[in-house]
């Protein structure tokens, strides 16, 4: 590479340092998805707080996946040893893989039985996806000594027993070691059930609970206590409304985002109804299940009768199998008709309006997509047979299916996603997370679902965040539609199912949160829907009129959370756009520098990537890329919004038959974080010569304004950030809550002292006046289309300019005097602020010692007379009263730092520079 193209390379790197030290650049920029105002919301709290130990529960489809993976980035660049483990449903496990290799540059192997004694580098960061069905006791699975951070995905769909073992390891166990950061996902996180509210608040509220369960209390009405406590401080003017909602909330870490709180950004719903008129044969159907019904009692939904009536309209083979059940007994004549009709074999109402839909959508676009849900695997089966006869064009691979928990496995769920087929037919259980957006705009519920929660789940499926969203919601245009299509028999108890159903607008918009009274309410309703009785109308109507306030928060109703302005949020996304393209500059830089051997290929499925590999002289090539050959070049992705739909962790290059795993080019990625530190070093050991390099420019209307002229290309960074890595990095020796303490206090003083990077371009006349250029103008020099002469002849002829070095030094010190008055102007507002975070460090540690000194009280209060357990007992209140003062210790200690440094930060950041003096030549001397 040359002198011209090593300085470019600086210069690139240099600004993409600066921008992964920014919280709203550094989470969103190694995440190749739209950051969205509310999860930048999301992430500004999480950031800010003296802790990662949070439940995430915004609604489905509102991108908390991406909000965990913006998360993960920022932690492991501050902490690249971090150790993760994934929790999640099997079925989604393999989505997880593919979302953190396309979109967070993270290659994680999903755990099985055999891996139990995988090989662990010690010092070396990893991340492990565990399937739910994995989660042991003895020895424990995941263990808080193989990972630091536990992130649980739809931690509702655990069973109650393994989600309070989770719990158990997020909290302080004697010795042993808890996990360090602690986020869960969940778009309902049932807390209206107090033992699931205990797991769950166990895991980010671990000493409340403790004190909580000491008091004989249940955790939620201790945080509710202590809130209401609070709030009358804020009353009266001894608390500010930023600490009470950092610190004493009762729901300070739960995040709930709603698309009320955002409306527009979401799909807009289209809700169909197609009501089927019954043939005579088909209604002993209908007056079964309404008899029964009408006769149903008060049992629970998911039992009899609900259970079997809900089954009358699926498939002749599933029929035959219920209707010997007991629910049935007392009407022995229709049962009867309906075995007779059933052997005859007679038509289907339903699906033949199954085929009228699906030729409406195909005589106007013969590749609209659609998922079909179908109630048991019979039906799935039945529809996948009778469209394939009834429909050519799906015959081969034309249709994909799903079934219900125990019949499709992993490896069917990714094909059935990721398959280009027309129509995926899928049963009523569908695994939460599951991403379908991608697959098809349109969902047809052959079979009615009677759960509320269910049918939200499914719809959710379709109603996420897209690419392109986010620029049609900043414009202020639809992000698209998608269609729901209700299917019931006339007259039949699905009918009337639906009915209520649409009263509590479930197929309208996503529901609320719900906790198990709520959930017990709708099942009600639903059932006396079902059985035609008076009354499920008024019930339905009030129950709507509650929903409609959705989940009370505390936290946010004592003091709203400013939602992004949206200027701020367009400039946020600007940067990350340009950063985008600048990198996608900066590829074809490498690529046409003679450094690298690249090309842009697309693959099979027609996304664009970038190849990169060492040249074939590997002298040619100033950095040395770990792994990196001649032969085989690293993939990556450069565009976020040009990933595949949906994205795949590995791509098949044109001219390859085994897919490899494409890389994400932003901050995060090893590769390209390692090239970011060498391109910058190898351009600040170039000399800056006072001889202009002569270069030449095939932007011909950059060129023939620039011709002749001296430019001088000087870009600054000011960095408190490594100030604050010097002086905040923990120690391994340090205890767990120390290092995690310092870690927090980095991050929150990274936000209020951003790096900052400046970057001038002057021309220098002969006269050694200077004229200042526009920034369009840099963009154009730091291209490949700016080319270093060759030729040494014309080189010679290029005058040096003596005062380059008086200039540069001048720009320094412009820049030293600029960032310490903005750095005095930062303290004075932190200082005003800082008075908060001791409040919020405070309270926490009082929280704590209290705690412990109720342990100390338990401990003392035993009435032990053996020698052994009387020492035992004392080696515990020591141990107690140790940890006690650690902790006490340790706040005083950070307070003490954390106020030293923001005194001190305004006189010692650390000033960069890269500079660049070039001579424009003009493009006939460009062969010569």
Not at 266 to 294: F, G, W, Y
Not at 400 to 414: E, P, Q, S, Y
Request: proline share 5%; hydrophobic share 40%; charged share 25%.
């Amino acid at each position: 590479m040359s002198a011209l193209h090593l300085t470019q390379s600086g210069f690139h790197a240099l600004e993409r340092l600066v921008a992964a030290e920014s919280w709203e650049m550094g989470g969103a920029l190694g995440v190749a998805a739209d950051p969205y105002p509310h999860q930048i919301e999301n992430l500004r709290r999480i950031l800010a707080d003296t802790e990662v130990r949070h439940l995430l529960a915004d609604e489905v489809g509102m991108g908390k996946t991406v909000q965990a993976l913006m998360i993960l980035n920022i932690l492991r660049r501050r902490d690249p040893s971090l150790r993760v483990a994934i929790v999640a449903p099997e079925r989604i496990c393999y989505q997880w893989q593919v979302e953190l290799s396309a979109r967070g540059h993270i290659a994680a192997s999903i755990l099985s039985d055999e891996d139990e004694n995988v090989e662990r580098p010690e010092g070396e960061g990893y991340v492990h996806i565990i399937r739910a069905d994995m989660i042991r006791r003895q020895p424990a699975r995941p263990s808080p000594e193989n990972y630091d951070m536990l992130i649980v995905d739809e931690i509702h769909a655990l069973n109650l027993e393994d989600a309070a073992f989770l719990s158990s390891l997020c909290r302080e166990r004697r010795d042993a070691p808890r996990f360090r950061h602690v986020l869960l996902l969940t778009a309902t996180p049932r807390l209206g059930n107090t033992e699931w509210a205990r797991a769950v608040i166990g895991a980010i509220e671990p000493e409340r609970t403790e004190i909580a369960n000491l008091l004989g209390r249940e955790p939620l009405d201790y945080l509710a206590e202590e809130a209401a406590a609070a709030r009358q401080r804020v009353s009266d003017g001894t608390l500010s409304a930023d600490v009470f909602r950092t610190a004493f909330a009762a729901d300070r870490r739960i995040l709930r985002q709603t698309r009320s709180q955002w409306p527009g950004i979401a799909p807009v719903r289209k809700v169909h109804t197609i009501r089927t008129t019954a043939s005579d044969a088909e209604m002993p159907r209908v007056m079964l299940q309404n008899a029964a019904c009408r006769d149903g009692g008060e049992a629970p939904l998911e039992q009899a009768p609900w259970l079997q009536c809900r089954q009358m309209f699926r498939a002749g083979s599933s029929l035959r199998g219920i209707l010997r059940h007991r629910t049935f007994s007392a009407y022995s004549d229709l049962r009867d008709d309906l075995e007779t009709t059933l052997s005859r074999n007679p038509g289907n109402a339903l699906f033949d309006d199954l085929c009228d839909i699906l030729i409406g959508f195909w005589q106007g676009d013969p590749k609209r997509r659609v998922v079909i849900v179908a109630g048991d695997t019979p039906t799935v089966d039945m529809l996948e047979r009778r469209l394939s006869e009834l429909f050519p064009h799906l015959a081969n691979d034309g249709i994909a299916t799903m079934r219900g928990r125990h019949n499709t496995d992993l490896v069917d769920v990714v094909g059935a996603v990721e398959s280009q087929a027309t129509v995926l037919i899928m049963e009523e259980f569908v695994e939460a997370g599951l991403n379908l957006h991608n697959v098809a705009s349109d969902m047809i519920f052959y079979n009615l679902p009677w759960q509320a929660m269910r049918i939200d789940q499914l719809i959710g499926r379709l109603d996420r965040l897209r690419s392109g969203g986010l620029t049609a919601y900043l414009k202020d245009r639809s992000v698209g539609t998608i269609g729901i299509w209700r299917m019931v028999v006339a007259g039949s108890a699905d009918e009337r199912v639906l009915e209520a159903l649409d009263l509590l607008d479930v197929f309208e918009r996503p529901l609320p949160y719900l906790d198990e009274a709520l959930s017990r309410r709708i099942d009600s309703i639903i059932t006396e829907a079902a059985a035609g009785r008076a009354g499920f109308k008024e019930a339905a109507i009030a129950l709507k009129n509650e929903l409609s306030f959705g989940l009370s928060v505390t936290a946010e109703n004592m003091s709203p959370v400013e939602q992004n302005k949206q200027g701020e949020i367009t400039e946020i996304i600007g940067k990350v756009r340009a950063s985008d393209s600048m990198g996608n500059i900066w590829l074809r830089l490498l690529h046409g520098s003679g450094g690298f051997h690249g090309a842009f290929p697309k693959v099979n499925d027609s996304e664009r990537v970038a190849s990169l590999a060492l040249p074939r002289l590997i002298e040619n090539c100033p950095y040395n890329l770990g792994a990196m050959t001649t032969r085989e070049p690293e993939i990556f992705r450069w565009r976020r919004d040009r990933l595949g739909r949906p994205p795949k962790k590995d791509v098949i290059l044109p001219w390859e038959q085994i897919g490899r795993r494409a890389r994400f080019f932003s901050t995060g990625d090893d590769l390209h974080d390692d090239l970011v530190r060498q391109a910058y070093l190898k351009a600040r050991t170039q000399p800056i010569s006072p001889k202009p390099m002569g270069v030449y420019l095939s932007d011909n209307e950059v060129a023939s304004e620039l011709t002749g002229k001296t430019l001088l290309f000087f870009r600054t960074a000011s960095r408190p950030s490594m100030f604050l890595d010097r002086h905040l990095k923990a120690n391994p020796s340090d205890a767990p809550a120390i290092r995690i303490g310092r870690l927090s206090d980095r991050r929150w003083l990274s936000t209020l002292f951003p790096d900052a990077v400046k970057t001038t371009c002057l021309v220098i006349a002969d006269d050694g006046s200077l004229q200042k250029m526009p920034d369009k103008i840099v963009q154009a020099f730091l291209s490949d289309g700016c080319r270093q002469t060759t030729n040494q002849q014309i080189q010679q002829t290029i005058r040096p300019v003596r005062e380059a070095q008086k200039i540069i030094a001048g720009l320094e010190q412009e820049m030293v005097q600029e960032q310490r008055e903005r750095h005095a102007r930062q303290r004075q507002a932190t200082l005003s602020v800082f008075s908060n975070r001791r409040q919020i460090l405070t309270s926490e540690t009082e929280t704590y010692v209290r705690w412990k000194q109720m342990n100390i009280t338990q401990l003392r209060s035993r009435n032990v007379q053996d020698k052994q357990q009387i020492q035992m007992t004392e080696g515990q209140i020591a141990s107690e009263i140790r940890r006690m003062e650690t902790r006490i210790e340790g706040m005083r200690d950070r307070l003490r730092i954390m106020e030293d440094l923001i005194m001190r930060i305004p006189d010692n950041f650390v000033l960069e520079t890269v500079t660049m003096l070039v001579r424009v030549l003009p493009s006939t001397n460009i062969n010569n």
